[in-house]
């Protein structure tokens, strides 16, 4: 049974791939609070203490993520025309030699020329005239009224030690996408991620595009552990619904950690040595409905298996629903058993929605699993 | 008996079982990765305890959220609760917030499934 749309699912494992090619940890979009800011830097933080990056890798990261969200949270309250979508947008990837920390929002296209002479006058300057560059803006105190001196650009060109990327796309005779792209390259090179042979800001620009079009917030590709379970949980919630939609968070945080888990438990992870298994995750919102799905390999032998288990949570109605999870709580598990068995049926319950699933074909042993779930606050009154 | 105190942590609840001050508790979020794990401990206990039980035990449910797996490790717990209360007083509180109907229905669905009375308490 094939019941998301055709589009939707080339577009996820498309992704899913291209994630894993450009070993891009995640992407995040959506107004981005400062609550919300810190729950992206531990994430990162989490991320590179599994890689066991150098403390100096790790301070470089964070200090260059830390500047480029405040520079975010600093200038997103601009007020647009309604049609224009003024979500920022934040992306973290890790390939062979370097960090690229990619973010975006919208400017005014009046601030765009002093914005572009500040970004290209620290680009012109090499290590020991941003030095003094630096020193000369401390004492002068040139200061916004937005309260960025220039000093965090300043400061983040000499610790990555790189030139800055940037790219203003035009929305219309207001408004510009500004994208803002560093990169903090890595002392050991490590083989085990792939590189990239493309513009890279170009590339993320793209990839902005298409997931506006999906209406997605948070992208999230990285090994599913438990750890990392938690670091997802904290960003979504801080990022779903108003305060008092409580039982919508608490329907959207309980969907999250079955399919979560489920990846972490049943998925079939082709890298041996990985800790966690290989998957994708994304929500999305769109007129208060929110879409979540994941996306993990699986072996070809047990398609069959899976779809028959999900065709009947699927056709079950909600009294069959209750029935069966009721004698499945009872019976004690076998040993060795990951699951209980209860996950789909759950989030059905929850969601009062049908799970829609696809399988695609990888290769002679695998094939990419996705399942989409939506939930959203009318079908639950 | 000895006190059973677990601190809660982001995927597991706190737990408190204590027979000389009375109090037996598990509250905040569950969803661990080993629900048969986490649980072991807190099982052994109440089958333990079950054998020179107080006169009377109040049983409160606080959870915020729990996972599948766990929802599987409460029903054991619920069905040695079910025994003791056959020649014990057993007083069992299943608190949910008030817009989690969720956490209401897993309350009510515990309880008819086992005959046993549950105080659903709103807060």
Redesign the interface.
């Known amino acids: 049974m094939n019941l998301l749309e055709n589009d939707n699912f080339s577009f996820i494992f498309d992704l899913y791939r291209q994630m894993n090619l450009y070993s891009l940890s995640y992407i995040y979009r959506g107004g981005l609070s400062i609550d919300l800011s810190n729950k992206i830097l531990s994430l990162a933080e989490t991320n590179m203490a599994n890689h066991s990056e150098s403390s100096a890798t790790k301070k470089k990261v964070y200090f260059i993520m830390l500047e480029s969200l405040q520079n975010i949270t600093r200038h997103q309250d601009i007020k647009t025309e309604e049609n224009i979508d003024n979500s920022s947008f934040f992306v973290i990837q890790r390939l062979v030699n370097d960090y690229y920390i990619t973010s975006g929002n919208i400017v005014e296209n009046k601030n765009i020329e002093a914005l572009n002479s500040k970004l290209s006058k620290v680009n012109s300057l090499d290590k020991d005239s941003l030095k003094q560059y630096y020193k000369e803006i401390l004492t002068q105190g040139e200061v916004s009224t937005k309260g960025g001196a220039g000093l965090g650009l300043i400061e983040m060109a000499r610790k990555s030690g790189n030139k800055l990327a940037y790219d203003f796309k035009e929305i219309n005779k207001d408004f510009s996408h500004f994208y803002f792209q560093i990169k903090v390259s890595v002392p050991d090179p490590d083989p085990a991620f792939q590189d990239i042979d493309v513009d890279r800001l170009t590339w993320i620009e793209g990839l902005e595009e298409r997931i506006l079009e999906k209406n997605l917030n948070l992208i999230y590709q990285v090994d599913f552990t438990?750890e990392n379970?938690?670091s997802i949980l904290?960003m979504t919630e801080g990022n779903i619904g108003s305060k008092?939609d409580?039982?919508l968070r608490?329907?959207i945080?309980?969907i999250i950690?079955?399919l979560s888990?489920n990846i972490?438990k049943h998925a079939d992870e082709p890298n041996k040595e990985k800790e966690g298994k290989s998957g994708i995750f994304l929500i999305g919102e769109k007129n208060g409905e929110y879409t979540l799905t994941t996306g993990n390999l699986i072996l070809n032998n047990k398609v069959a298996a899976l779809s028959s288990s999900l065709d009947r949570v699927n056709k079950a109605d909600f009294d069959e629903l209750?029935t069966l999870?009721?004698k499945?709580?009872?019976v004690d598990?076998k040993k060795g058993q990951k699951?209980?068995g209860?996950?789909f049926?759950?989030i059905k319950m929850?969601s009062r929605n049908s799970l829609s699933y696809h399988f695609s074909p990888v290769d002679k042993d695998y094939s990419f699993f996705e399942i989409q779930v939506k939930v959203s606050e009318k079908q639950?009154n | 008996m000895e006190i059973l105190h677990i601190e809660a942590t982001s995927d597991t609840p706190k737990v408190r079982l204590d027979s000389i001050s009375g109090t037996f508790e598990i509250s905040q979020r569950c969803f661990p990765e080993d629900a048969v794990g986490f649980f072991l401990p807190i099982i052994e206990w109440i089958k333990n305890y079950s054998k020179t039980p107080n006169q009377q035990s109040n049983f409160n449910f606080k959870l915020e959220y729990f996972n599948t797996s766990s929802s599987k490790q409460l029903f054991k717990i619920l069905m040695l609760l079910e025994e003791l209360s056959r020649n014990n007083e057993v007083v069992i509180s299943w608190h949910y917030h008030k817009a989690d109907s969720d956490m209401l229905s897993s309350g009510e669905r515990y309880s008819k499934l086992l005959q046993l009375p549950i105080k659903m308490v709103e807060i």
């Open positions: 438990q379970l938690i904290s008092d409580l039982a608490k329907k945080f309980n950690v079955e888990q972490y209750e999870f009721n499945i709580i009872m598990e699951g209980a209860l996950g049926i759950d929850k639950l």
